[in-house]
Every structure is written in structure tokens, then in C-alpha cells.
């Protein structure tokens, strides 16, 4: 099993709003990752977890604000966004140490802020 | 700072060419370097995956290579057909986890 599920698919909120993107893995992968995609651009890295320990932030804005309850599990919470957040967002997972690190992608969750 | 190009940006052939997508990096210390295709408002599926001590990785009609010390990939499609039209993205990875997108080659196959 490759996969990687996203939750919802599709998403629209308005800017007072709050809701929540879910990711799950059964891989057993220990490094998760969120990446936010606008049309026609390459996925832009926002945020890394390693062991449920989040190691990488690109200097995302708070308004995101990523969650690990577990090791199978990535949440991503959404308070306050604006319309230029409207986007697809990307879930991937990858194992961690040695050995092949191929990263798995989700179908994303297309978000449209309103 | 790591950069990935990825040349040409897009590419119009017939059908039945054998074609050949670029992908350049400016670090050279990367853990691995993978080729993604994605189609239109899709997520990403993996094609290969080269780790940084490999030369070169087959599925089908796809070969990758990596030249790791001029910071080089290729991604090599052999015999293209119209369900091949899709973007393909490299990504490299570093010691760190984090995986960089080069920009993408938009494909389109005509019939």
C-alpha cells in the first residue's frame, strides 16, 4: 500500500473561518510533509515533520498551523486565511534513515478561500 | 540555497518520439532525486527514484539518469504516447528531508 489519503478533497472557507486538512499514511513513513501548489507552479514546500517533531518550517504564516498526533496521522489547521491562500494543498510522506526515501504524494485538498 | 531548473518549461511532439526532460540542481549534496508526473489538478505520482549513489533507474519506457557532481538529471521517455501528456517535476532531496520542485516540463502528445 503506496497510498496517501487527503481530507476533503475540496474545501471552501470563508476568512473568519476555521477548518482543518487531514493527511493519513499507513506506510509506516516517519518524515510528512505539506506543500501548497498554485495553478501552473511547482509544490512549495511549507512545513517538514520528522518523527512527529516538526523540523522544517519555510516561514509559513501563522494562520497555518500543522498538527502530528501520530505517526500515520498530519493535520494541517486553517484560521483566518486570505483569497491569495486559495490553493491545492499537498500531503506527501517518505521513510526516514536508511534505504530508499521515495516520497508519496496525496491527491490534495483544493482549498478556495472566499 | 538549492535551485532545480528543469528544461525545456514545454514540449509538443507526435506521437511515437522518443523524448528526453532536463533537470539541473545547484547542490550537489543531495540524498536522492525523483521524477514526479502530474496531471491536471491532480496530486503527484512517482515515476523512479534515484538515490544519490545511483547512476541510473528504469520502469517501462522511462529511464532516469543522475550525474550527481555536475548536479544533472535526465528522465528519457521512450516511444511517447498521448496518455504520457502530463507535467513532469524533478524533486531533489537533501540530508535534511526537505524535497525541492524544479519548475516543471508541461508534455503534450499529440496523436
Known amino acids: 500500500d503506496t497510498e496517501v489519503t487527503q481530507t476533503p478533497k475540496h474545501l471552501v472557507m470563508g476568512m473568519t473561518n476555521k477548518k482543518s486538512l487531514k493527511c493519513e499514511q499507513h506506510m509506516g513513513h516517519r518524515a510528512m510533509y505539506w506543500y501548497k501548489q498554485k495553478a501552473k507552479k511547482p509544490p512549495e514546500l511549507m512545513f517538514v515533520y520528522s518523527y512527529e517533531k516538526l523540523s522544517i518550517n519555510e516561514s509559513v504564516p501563522s494562520r497555518f498551523s500543522p498538527e502530528c498526533p501520530n505517526s500515520s496521522l498530519l493535520n494541517l489547521h486553517l484560521h483566518a486565511l486570505q483569497p491569495e491562500d486559495s490553493a491545492l494543498y499537498l500531503c506527501?510522506?517518505?521513510?526516514?534513515?536508511?534505504?530508499?526515501?521515495?516520497?508519496?504524494f496525496g491527491q490534495g485538498t483544493r482549498l478556495t478561500v472566499v | 540555497k538549492q535551485e532545480v531548473t528543469q528544461i525545456p518549461a514545454a514540449l509538443s511532439v507526435p506521437e511515437g518520439e522518443n523524448l528526453v526532460l532536463n533537470c539541473s540542481f545547484t547542490d550537489s549534496a543531495i540524498y536522492n532525486l525523483q521524477w514526479f508526473r502530474q496531471d491536471p489538478g491532480k496530486g503527484l505520482t512517482s515515476l523512479l527514484l534515484?538515490?544519490?549513489?545511483?547512476r541510473e533507474q528504469t520502469s517501462g519506457r522511462l529511464n532516469a539518469s543522475l550525474d550527481k557532481s555536475s548536479g544533472r538529471s535526465t528522465l528519457y521517455i521512450a516511444a511517447s504516447q498521448p496518455g504520457d501528456s502530463a507535467t513532469y517535476l524533478c524533486a531533489v532531496m537533501d540530508s535534511s528531508y526537505k524535497l525541492i520542485f524544479g519548475s516543471g516540463t508541461r508534455l503534450l502528445v499529440r496523436p
Open positions: 534515484i538515490q544519490s549513489s545511483q
Open positions: 506527501a510522506s517518505s521513510p526516514r534513515g536508511e534505504g530508499p526515501t521515495e516520497a508519496f
